[in-house]
Structure formats: C-alpha cells, structure tokens
C-alpha cells in the first residue's frame, strides 16, 4: 500500500521567514496530494491541494509543489504569521481507483514573534 | 446542511467493553473513512468504504470492525476495547467519481480513553 513520510516532524521560523515541509509517497498510482492544517483540538482542514498533473499551485502565502519523477512533493509558507502554528499533514490519495487517501506523520510548525 | 456528525465526542471505557462509535453524513458521500490520530504518528487509517455494502482495510484494521448499510451512516465498532486503543477518531467522507475534488472532509472527532 501507500506510504507517506514526512519532514520535519517539527520545524520553528521566525515570523516573516519562510517554511518549507516535504513530503514523498510510494505508489506510482497516487494523483491527488492534499495538504491539511490542524489547529489544536480542531479537525484537520484543507489548505491547498495538488493533482499529480500540475507541477505547482499556489494560493496567497501558500505554495505547493509536485515531483512525479521523484514522488516528493513539498508546502511552501512564506511571510509566515503567529496564526500559520500548527500542526500540519501531507497525504496522497488515488481518485478514480481505491479512493484511499494515507496521511504522513505531520509538522508541528511553531512561528516565532 | 450538518457535514460530517461523530458521536459520542468523548467516552471512558474499561479494558475488554465494547462500543460503537457513530459517524453520519448528509452530503450524500459515496466514500467514507475511520482515522485514528495518536501523537507523533499522524492520521492512520483504520477501514474505509466506498458505498454502501462495500468495507475495506486501512493500515490499522485490528481491533476494529466497521459495516456500511446505507449511505449516510458508518459506524466503528471496537468489540473488546484494549488501552492501545485509546485515541482521537475522526471520520471522513468525500464523493467519488464526477464532481469530486479530492476533499476528505472531517469530523470533529471522538476522544476515546480505555482503562
């Protein structure tokens, strides 16, 4: 099955710098590479996604980018404020096959005042 | 429009009970999941479906059995709880083929603790 691994596990910036956390997947057959923020206590939340068709998407301070080649794909943060702290999760998931989308492990990201 | 409702949001249970953790959605989702989230080691997924009458395993499947009847509703049963069991569960469920973006969309999870 899939396999998800995830750097840093956690990762602290000073406010205004950039932060970088990358991930890479095993299964060829993955096409959709979401990422999600999760507040303390909350459910996790989407904050940007990829299809394995596009190399880069980017939304305001949020970018991602896609390696088919070399099944990595990495969350780009910049300008980065108090609010970005928490923890955050790559995954990999197969539309239009099994459906099954496999987390990895998370990034507490901590921004420094 | 409710999304995704688990029930309950918090249970105490001693080793070797059993329970049902409930998670209904109104959206008319085809796919549907159970994740378990223990510290350090992300979102594992436990069963997944993508219908009614279809179940499948996740990475975690052991302890856990889940059943699909109709389209809202998939219920987690734990049929003699253990302490490694003890966790947040979240379910998730998202629509299939035309029309989905990918989006797993969450509950607010059920923080379970056995004794």
């Known amino acids: 099955g899939e396999n998800v691994e995830q750097h840093p596990s956690t990762l602290s910036v000073q406010e205004g710098d950039s932060a970088v956390i990358k991930c890479t997947y095993s299964d060829s057959a993955s096409n959709y590479f979401p990422w999600y923020k999760q507040e303390l206590g909350k459910r996790p939340q989407l904050i940007i996604d990829?299809?394995?068709?596009?190399g880069e998407k980017k939304d305001q301070r949020i970018a991602v980018t896609l390696n088919k080649t070399a099944k990595h794909f990495s969350l780009h943060i910049t300008e980065t404020q108090p609010e970005d702290s928490a923890v955050y999760f790559c995954?990999?998931?197969?539309?239009?096959?099994?459906?099954?989308?496999?987390f990895g492990t998370g990034t507490r990201l901590t921004i420094i005042p | 429009n409710a999304g995704v409702t688990q029930t309950p949001k918090f249970q105490v249970l001693k080793t070797g009970q059993s329970m049902t953790l409930q998670c209904a959605q109104d959206?008319?989702?085809?796919?549907m999941s159970w994740y378990r989230q223990d510290p350090g080691m992300g979102l594992r997924l436990i069963h997944y479906?993508?219908?009614?009458?279809?179940?499948d395993q996740g990475e975690v499947p052991n302890g856990y059995n889940v059943s699909r009847s109709t389209t809202e509703d998939f219920p987690l049963r734990l049929l003699s709880a253990a302490p490694s069991q003890t966790s947040v569960y979240f379910c998730?469920?998202?629509?299939?083929?035309?029309?989905?973006?990918?989006?797993?969309?969450f509950g607010e999870g059920s923080r379970l603790t056995v004794l």
């Open positions: 995954a990999a998931r197969i539309l239009f096959g099994n459906e099954k989308l496999t």
């Open positions: 998730a469920s998202s629509p299939i083929g035309q029309g989905n973006t990918g989006e797993l969309f």
């Open positions: 479906s993508v219908g009614a009458g279809i179940t």
């Open positions: 990829i299809r394995s068709n596009v």
């Open positions: 959206m008319n989702h085809e796919y």
